[in-house]
């Protein structure tokens, strides 16, 4: 006989409704293709000073097989309703950033993840982008809520919820994963 372990169920039906491009101002987001581990690549090492410390698997040396590895991982995912992982880009095609919802909290509920590269900074590009797919994430069948977890010292990303009007649930004690948290995770939840 053998243990299994209980999955959480999931928030999502089997191939939920999810474009892979959407329109937002001067920029996109789209469903990543195997042609952007470089974009992706170039994206993460342009910004490596203020996304590796919130995000554990940014780590030295930044290598274009991680990305590659990401990217196919990202279309099986994609596939399984299990995650929807976007790159931002601008019309010249560059890419500023990274954005996903992630089926993760169980049932009537997904995740909401993101970062930005540097130079894309301080123009609402995440506001905006995290604003669209608020919305798309709450018109899923069975979708109830959004979340937003970050570190409590990762103030630029706290931001964004702020700014888009959720409510911070809860502080938990999380684990550090990367060197800049404190191991209190803030909750961000649709209100």
């Known amino acids: 006989m053998t243990d299994t372990i209980a999955q959480p169920p999931h928030a999502l039906p089997p191939n939920p409704a999810v474009p892979e491009r959407i329109d937002v101002d001067e920029f996109h987001l789209r469903r990543y293709t195997s042609d952007d581990v470089t974009s992706l690549h170039e994206a993460i090492k342009a910004s490596y000073a203020e996304i590796h410390p919130w995000m554990p698997w940014c780590v030295e040396p ?3 097989e991680d990305q590659r590895d990401f990217i196919v991982r990202a279309d099986v995912q994609w596939a399984g309703g299990e995650a929807f992982d976007f790159g931002i880009f601008d019309a010249a095609g560059t890419q500023l950033g990274a954005i996903s919802l992630m089926d993760r909290l169980g049932s009537g509920g997904l995740e909401l993840g993101y970062w930005l ?49 959720y409510r911070l649930d809860r502080i938990d004690a999380d684990e550090i994963e990367a060197p800049g948290e404190t191991g209190r995770g803030m909750v961000w939840i649709t209100p």
């Open 62 to 64: 930044v290598e274009i």
């Open 117 to 165: 590269r540097t130079d894309a900074t301080g123009r609402g590009v995440m506001t905006r982008a995290a604003g669209r797919l608020t919305e798309l994430g709450l018109g899923l069948p069975g979708i109830e809520r959004v979340e937003i977890h970050c570190d409590e010292a990762n103030v630029r990303s706290a931001a964004v919820p702020r700014r888009l009007g």
